[in-house]
């Protein structure tokens, strides 16, 4: 779990470096940017519902696969769209690709026994990059390092938040 926990908290450190840089953005849009980060395990789905079962189901041949590649994050951007107002939604789509574009820089970094990834910008290319090798999934140090970066970014935003100089004294206040 050490890395769906550091695909979440890279994605508040970016949300909320967002949120620092730019007045518009509150805190929505840094969970706009987690649930971006995390996107791309979507594909874990098939742990419940299984390929055969939806191409059972279905009738055509199906793969859950697609969602963990730069094709799969452009749908589930423009589907996580639909769910917002249209005068927010290019808005969350930037913010979802900001998200999951996260999640496949630090899924590059990994340590691959093929010494490759996957193709991570299907469907427009099959290519697979050479792996990192930085570290494993199941290594604890990258959730540590972004949880004390984010902890860190957390503490800055209630101090920013608070101040008298950012406007909004009282968080409930902020529109």
């Not at 849009?29 to 874990?44: E, N, R, Y």
């Not at 079962?53 to 951007?77: D, E, F, K, Q, R």
Request: glycine share 10%.
């Amino acid at each position: 779990m050490a890395d769906v926990l550091t695909h979440v908290l890279a994605g508040y450190v970016i949300g909320s470096l967002v949120a620092l840089r730019y007045d518009w953005a509150r805190t929505p849009h840094v969970t706009m940017v987690m649930i971006g980060a995390l996107s791309p395990d979507f594909k874990k789905i098939d742990h419940v519902i299984t390929d055969g079962m939806v191409t059972s189901a279905l009738g055509i041949p199906w793969g859950w696969t697609a969602l963990h590649t730069t094709g799969g994050t452009i749908v589930v951007a423009l589907l996580g769209s639909l769910l917002v107002a249209p005068g927010h939604r290019k808005r969350v789509i930037a913010l979802i690709v900001i998200g999951a574009a996260s999640h496949h820089v630090l899924d590059l970094l990994l340590v691959k026994g093929t010494g490759y990834t996957y193709p991570v910008l299907w469907p427009f290319v099959e290519y697979r990059p050479p792996a990192g090798g930085l570290y494993l999934s199941s290594d604890r140090w990258p959730a540590l390092l972004t949880g004390t970066i984010a902890a860190v970014l957390w503490g800055v935003r209630r101090r920013y938040d608070r101040s008298p100089s950012s406007g909004y004294a009282d968080p409930a206040s902020r529109p």
